[in-house]
């Protein structure tokens, strides 16, 4: 298998990354992601189909929001905090934090 196709730093794109982020699962995505570091496909706690979780998770990789690992058969998860951060300084901690507060 080869490996996932994601955005270089430079490529990132904001509108891309807001589209990614205006999404209630895929912010439940990326919050978990965020407290955990990282997570198997089949550990993220979402109420949707596999399909339709395929489809969120392309719409993260594909704006640069996460990055893929494959392992065997699985395939982890992380934010490219990093990345985003330097493109996009404090934009995933508002993000984040705005989640928090809403949720609380």
Aim: proline share 2%; hydrophobic share 40%; net charge negative.
């Amino acid at each position: 298998m080869g490996e996932v196709d994601e955005p270089g730093a430079d490529q990132l794109v904001l509108a891309d990354v807001l589209h990614a982020l205006s999404d209630a699962t895929r912010l439940a995505v990326v919050t978990q992601l965020a407290e955990a570091g990282e997570l198997s496909c089949g550990h993220l706690d979402v109420r949707v189909a596999k399909s339709t979780l395929s489809q969120h998770l392309r719409v993260l990789r594909e704006a640069g929001v996460t990055h893929t690992r494959r392992d065997g058969n699985q395939r982890w998860l992380s934010l490219r905090r990093d990345d985003l951060d330097l493109r996009f300084p404090g934009l995933l901690d508002s993000v984040l934090g705005a989640v928090v507060k809403v949720d609380s």
